[in-house]
């Protein structure tokens, strides 16, 4: 199971590890937007498989970001890890700011998956030069103001920041807020506030702070970090009264410390008017797609209401209101079920009632989590089969138990054999496993007469049937 550990300032150095050579050039894959975002998105991290796994959480649903693999990475791996932590805390995966390059790979990794990739995302992306040199035709307006900024302030300069100039910074903020246009946008408020708090971490190594300077007077500043080829400006802010100085300081900062970068990405314009206009007047040369990848099982695409099966002797269906002493009986008997390998009794979290195990059930198949079939002989519950732990990779896991007063007949293995072949041939998986404890003959003679071993280890033997 992974652990997952809040990210903050302290442990800030673990995620630059592989954020500084990461070549994804999106926003959200680096340690500044990681930290100042972190109060909305509630960012969480882990490293599995040589890899950074990041956990976000966006209006209640968990968002991962795609893995960011350290020289020896797996992104396979890492990735299957992700959908087992999900799959254990009964979640779908959803892949979040997914790079463009790494789309195709899950577009093959999902048989069933919903993608979206929306506009008030997509991060601007400029060629360094193009911002560093502000030549041709389309940039005569940058230039234009920075002649008129650099004929008021002839004697203006960019510095790098540092922690010594944090007076220099209060300062600026006090000028900004006395010209800040946005004063009754909450939005923008809130926003303002966690660019303070970032400057406050100008000296941490990750970073490079950019200041225009007028005299000792500090005029405009930025906050960039380098991650692969691209140069990612978490924070750009300069005073209105001074004209021209915004293109002033864009200029200079690439020029003075874009060296050893292609790209600038200058981020997304959060659906913001203004910020768009502003940002498509420097002339990106492409924007960041940034993909969300929701994975779908196949209960949720092929199967509205559970369907009957028959086998030679015996009916597989829905469980119904009639059934529930029945059901209750095969559930609460402790002595069969040692072998099933889950607590009926622990997972309701609550005490049992004479509905509680119906209900689990019927929730399992409308969330589309599972499918419980009640196996009749007869029209009698004996017994049930289960199609649970939906991969979202067309992989299912297949239980089956028989009330112990028809065991020895070979109804177990009729119910799984009917129940597999479903899964198989009308549900359109490619495989179902199962398991069985070592202990357990019975089940693994069952399960040996219709599929495959394919491992053990110090409690179970598993088994796997794919087409």
Known sequence: MLQFKAVTKQGGGKLRKYYQNCDYGLCEYSVGTKLMWRPVLHAAWTEVAGCLVVRNEHHGHWMFDYPVPGPEGDEDAALTAIETYCLEQGVRPMISVVPERKAARLMARYP?????????????????????????????????HIKKFRALCPGAELRRLTAADSGAIEQFWRDYEAEFPKGDNAKARDELELAKKMLRMVDKSWFIGGGMFDGEKLVALALAEKCG???????????????GVY??????????????????N??????????????????PARMGAKYCFEPENELMRHVEAIPELKTERLTLSALT????????????DGERNRWWGYDDVGGLGGPVEERSFFNVARTDF?????????????????????????????????????????????YGTEAFAAVANWGLYQLHLSRIVAKCYKENGASYKM????????????????????V
């Not at 506009?119 to 234009?144: E, I, V």
């Not at 080829?229 to 004209?243: C, P, Q, R, V």
């Not at 200058?266 to 002339?283: F, H, I, V």
């Not at 992989?395 to 020895?408: N, V």
């Open 112 to 144: 069933y998956v919903q993608v979206s990739n929306f506009r008030t995302w997509q991060d601007y992306l400029y060629y360094r030069q193009d911002l560093q040199l502000f030549a041709g035709r389309r940039y005569s307006g940058q230039r234009n």
């Open 229 to 243: 080829e691209t140069l990612i400006i978490h924070i750009e802010k300069a005073l209105y009264s001074y004209t």
């Open 247 to 264: 293109p002033a300081m864009v200029q200079a900062f690439a020029d003075q410390f874009g060296e050893g970068c292609q790209w600038i």
């Open 266 to 283: 200058r981020e997304d314009d959060a659906a913001d008017r203004g910020l768009r206009t502003s940002k498509l007047q420097y002339g």
């Open 321 to 332: 209101e009639a059934d529930i002493p029945a059901y209750n009986a095969l559930v609460l």
């Open 366 to 410: 409308e969330n589309r989590q599972a499918v419980n079939f009640a196996v009749r002989l007869d029209g009698k519950l004996i017994g049930e089969a289960v199609l649970y732990r939906f991969d979202c990779r067309g992989g299912a896991e297949l239980g089956c138990r028989i009330d112990k007063a028809y065991a020895g007949h070979g």
């Open 447 to 466: 399960l040996s007469s219709c599929m495959r071993k394919n491992g053990e280890d110090e409690t179970f033997f598993y088994f796997e049937k794919s």
